[in-house]
């Protein structure tokens, strides 16, 4: 893959592009790189490079040239990043620990869709592999490492009546260590408070 991410690269420091149109592989391809070696790359290459502009949904030269990163369909264990390695150690060395949290607590209307916040929150989860990540030293492995996972965020929803201490409830929910070799980093819970006048 990082051939393949080497070689787009280098196709667009010279001004060229490739992308998939109907399926076919389109080129705009700089004379300076219109050599064997570049035939030879893509004829190798072709169903990996149809993938990975399928995946990363490159349909037009403009689409090419204005894609930044490229998402790695196809690993999906990474070593750990030096930040990472620190929160690890510490959950290990702490059986868990709330050091780490950042806490984020929003008030929504009565009438929000919350349907559809919970589906802007899941496509962010997507489009982040990092928010999609666990944490595996099982085995004889030595070294840790991450696991990008392609299931969806679990989200909760609690309903609490409003003379609970529905507060401390929240608190715990905020104190409450990740497990991180089995949750995803990100916890989101929604909280329904009813009014003990409407039931509702």
């Known amino acids: 893959m990082k051939n393949l991410y080497k070689f787009f690269n280098k196709l667009k420091e010279n001004g060229g592009a490739i992308w998939l149109e109907e399926k076919l592989i389109k080129a705009s391809v700089p004379e300076v790189l219109q050599t064997q070696t570049t035939k030879d790359f893509v004829k190798d290459n072709t169903s990996l490079i149809v993938s990975s502009l399928n995946h990363n949904g490159v349909f037009s030269k403009s689409d090419f040239l204005n894609k930044l990163i490229y998402k790695d369909f196809e690993t999906t264990e990474y070593p750990l990043s030096f930040s990472q390695q620190r929160l690890w150690f510490v959950e290990r060395f702490e059986e868990g620990t709330n050091v780490y949290h950042i806490p984020t607590i929003y008030k929504l209307a009565s009438d929000t869709n919350i349907d559809a916040v919970k589906h802007a929150l899941q496509q962010i989860v997507l489009r982040h ?51 991180l070799s089995k949750e995803y980093p990100i916890r989101i819970e929604f909280y329904n408070v009813i009014s003990a006048e409407n039931k509702t």
């Open 129 to 179: 592999e990092v928010l999609r990540t666990t944490i595996d030293q099982s085995g004889e492995q030595t070294e840790a490492i991450q696991i990008v996972n392609e299931g969806p965020c679990t989200i909760g929803e609690i309903k609490v009546q409003s003379t609970d201490d529905y507060e401390e409830l929240i608190k715990a929910t905020l104190d409450r260590p990740f497990d």
